[in-house]
């Protein structure tokens, strides 16, 4: 049985930086895809950030973000432990939503964004940002 758990949220001050965690568990993180959507209140949940498969080097893959956080953030992968990063710095209040850390062997590098390309989904982690 795949499980994911996340875990970093908390509340941090605008201009901070925190750091995600998505531990795996019945699933080899390094043959999917995997991704970060978030959801304000009151909003859609959207899309953050994406990893593709690892290929030869199971932690590698090819990375995707989202225009409102590209440049300050950075996806990454431990095969080896089985966790996926989401590092995000410059914090803004806008940023501040629950945080969901998804897994699915569909994404690949022509759609990594879409919501319905993952199959697995963690319970979330609450980021505040403060102002």
């Known amino acids: 049985q795949v499980h994911l758990e996340e875990s970093g949220g908390g509340l941090v001050q605008a201009g901070g930086s925190l750091r995600l965690s998505c531990a795996a568990s019945?699933?080899?993180?390094?043959?999917?895809?995997m991704g970060w959507f978030r959801q304000a209140p009151g909003k859609e949940r959207e899309f953050v950030a994406a990893i593709t498969r690892g290929g030869g080097s199971r932690s590698g893959g090819s990375t995707y973000y989202a225009d409102s956080v590209k440049g300050r953030s950075t996806i990454s992968r431990d095969a080896a432990k089985g966790t996926m990063y989401l590092e995000m710095n410059s914090l803004k209040s806008e940023d501040t939503a629950v945080y969901y850390c998804?897994?699915?062997?569909?994404?690949?590098?022509?759609?990594?964004?879409?919501?319905?390309?993952?199959?697995?989904w963690g319970q979330g982690t609450q980021v505040t940002v403060s102002s």
């Open positions: 019945g699933l080899p993180i390094g043959l999917a895809g």
């Open positions: 998804a897994a699915g062997f569909r994404v690949s590098s022509s759609a990594v964004r879409s919501s319905d390309l993952y199959d697995y």
